[in-house]
């Protein structure tokens, strides 16, 4: 399906992508359907990075169910042209489970009253007061995560809902996590604007969560295994199991990339680089003997990794949701997704699988453990959720994702623009995407980041702060475009 991996190749000095996900690949199509030499490398056995699919068997796993949903009409024309008929049209239904109860996602202000109790809305109530007093005498240090939320919600429902929940996902106090992650995750203002809402006070629209979606009948994978063949008939290149490894830099200028394939090396010349693979990576490969602030940068930005648990079931269906949150710090587990309900295509017919999404860091327990222990711990932690799989599970296949999440640490933003100001220094060199920028961005924008680099590249004028502010609304809106037809 991709271009036959060749041993050296014909281009002369091509431009050189690093990484094959929806940015790298957006950038080489762009390019080589105008007609330019490009050579994408590309670490995995196949394209399409976070957006990729496995397959076990009959059955088809994402990392971590994604959709497709773009505000950029052209973008969604392309996609939709790509993909023809293979593309589909679903519908999300998520819940949040937390306490036995079950909380509709997104979160709506009469769903939490009736389900709280008249106990807990008193208590968060009465916390959102303190913090409106609290505002006059003594405002509290809203940089970090915890300071914002409990400003904005109060007390008693930081404690119980978006404290645990953050630690468990980000695996650091909420207090060393910057608020820019809660400004762009959280759609209601405050505690009083979920109130008034409540009793119809107020209808001025406030973020919307599409309910439906686009999505691939064989996976998110197959969209980008399209666009990497599409790519190839035009004209470009795509190297497989390709670890980028190193660059050679002369001046202000990288004249080659270093990559391994199979444990040998070899040297490619180029005329530019795009790199998509992590920030500190690349500022590494550029000054391998950097300054104190570059070094500390460098070992600052940090990633969320993850583990994903893929079990098919010999059960038609496991439940009746896209995907559940699960909430409570007890559960190491973070989300319950169900591949069959964004395509029934993802799993034999009459069968159905579930994918358990579990935060950690590289090399700890969870990341090492083994395969049935994990598989057994997780067997625990569902039947504590009110679902027993034991006489239902055919199989279980672990899959490991080293940068799941980018983390918004304190002055995340200070090391990041540290390293960005690095690779500005270099004449031929973009980075974009989910982890070139270290941004936390859905594939649409990693896509609109390629086809922006892509542009830059033909034009030969670079503007790398352009690449890196696409689509910086202080929120990060989900569209109802979709909803709307
Ligand atoms: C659990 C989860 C669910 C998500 N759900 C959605 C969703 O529903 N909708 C949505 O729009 N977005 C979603 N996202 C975000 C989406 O996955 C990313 O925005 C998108 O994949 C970013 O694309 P990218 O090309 O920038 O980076 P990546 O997808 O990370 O691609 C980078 C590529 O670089 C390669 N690479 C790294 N280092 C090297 C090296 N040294 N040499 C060669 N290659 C290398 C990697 O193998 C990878 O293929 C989700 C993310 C996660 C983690």
């Known amino acids: 399906m991709h271009c036959p991996y060749p041993n050296g190749n014909q281009m002369k000095d091509p431009i050189v992508i690093l990484g094959g996900g929806p940015c790298g690949l957006s950038c080489a199509w762009e390019l080589a359907a105008q007609g330019w030499d490009v050579v994408v490398l590309e670490r995995e056995p196949r394209p399409g990075g976070l957006c990729a699919t496995n397959t076990f068997g009959e059955y088809r796993f994402d990392l971590g169910g994604h959709r497709f949903l773009?505000?950029?009409?052209?973008l969604t024309s392309r996609i939709l042209d790509l993909m023809g008929a293979d593309m589909l049209v679903s519908e999300r239904k998520?819940?949040?489970?937390?306490?036995?109860?079950?909380?509709?996602?997104?979160?709506?202000?009469?769903?939490?009253?009736?389900?709280?109790?008249?106990?807990?809305?008193?208590?968060?109530l009465l916390g959102y007061a303190g913090e409106l007093i609290r505002r006059r005498i003594s405002p509290r240090d809203e940089s970090h995560f915890e300071g914002w939320v409990?400003?904005?919600?109060?007390?008693p429902l930081y404690d119980r809902f978006f404290g645990p929940y953050t630690e468990k996902l980000w695996g650091i106090p909420p207090t060393q996590i910057s608020s820019d992650w809660a400004a762009q995750r959280i759609s209601l203002l405050n505690l009083g604007d979920a109130a008034l809402r409540l009793i119809g006070l107020r209808r001025s629209p406030i973020r919307t969560y599409?309910?439906?979606?686009?999505?691939?009948?064989?996976?998110?994978?197959?969209?980008?295994?399209?666009?990497?063949?599409?790519?190839?008939?035009?004209?470009?290149?795509?190297?497989?199991?390709a670890d980028v490894t190193g660059l050679d830099v002369v001046g202000n200028r990288v004249k080659a990339v270093r990559y391994h394939v199979d444990g040998q090396e070899y040297l490619l010349p180029c005329s530019w680089v795009f790199s998509t693979i992590s920030l500190p990576a690349l500022a590494r490969y550029i000054a391998p003997q950097s300054t104190n602030g570059v070094e500390t940068a460098i070992g600052n930005l940090r990633s969320r990794a993850l583990r994903f648990l893929n079990i098919p079931l010999d059960i038609p269906d496991f439940s009746e949701n896209t995907w559940m949150y699960i909430a409570e710090p007890q559960y190491k587990m973070s989300r319950i997704q169900e591949p069959k309900r964004r395509s029934s295509e993802m799993v034999p017919q009459g069968k159905t699988s579930i994918m358990l999404e579990i935060p950690c860091s590289v090399g700890d327990k969870i990341w090492e453990a083994d395969g049935n222990t994990l598989f057994q711990e997780m067997s625990l932690e569902l039947r504590s959720l009110g679902y027993n799989i034991d006489s239902v599970a055919l199989d279980h296949h672990s899959v490991w994702v080293e940068h799941g999440y980018p983390i918004y640490h304190l002055g995340y933003q200070h090391d990041r623009d540290t390293l960005l100001a690095e690779v500005a220094k270099m004449e031929n060199v973009l980075t974009g995407g989910r982890q070139g920028i270290f941004r936390?961005?859905?594939?649409?924008?990693?896509?609109e980041m390629g086809i922006e680099a892509a542009h830059q590249i033909m034009q030969g004028s670079r503007n790398l702060k352009?690449?890196?502010?696409?689509?910086?609304?202080?929120?990060?809106?989900?569209?109802?475009a979709l909803t709307a037809t």
């Open 94 to 124: 998520s819940v949040v489970m937390h306490s036995g109860k079950r909380f509709a996602y997104p979160l709506s202000a009469p769903d939490l009253v009736e389900n709280l109790g008249l106990g807990l809305n008193l208590k968060a």
């Open 70 to 74: 773009s505000q950029n009409q052209e």
């Open 440 to 447: 936390y961005i859905f594939l649409d924008t990693a896509m």
């Open 210 to 241: 599409a309910r439906r979606y686009y999505y691939p009948r064989l996976g998110m994978g197959q969209l980008f295994d399209r666009m990497a063949s599409r790519m190839c008939r035009e004209g470009g290149i795509i190297h497989l199991g």
């Open 150 to 155: 409990t400003a904005r919600f109060g007390r």
């Open 466 to 480: 352009h690449i890196q502010s696409i689509r910086t609304e202080k929120a990060l809106l989900e569209i109802d």
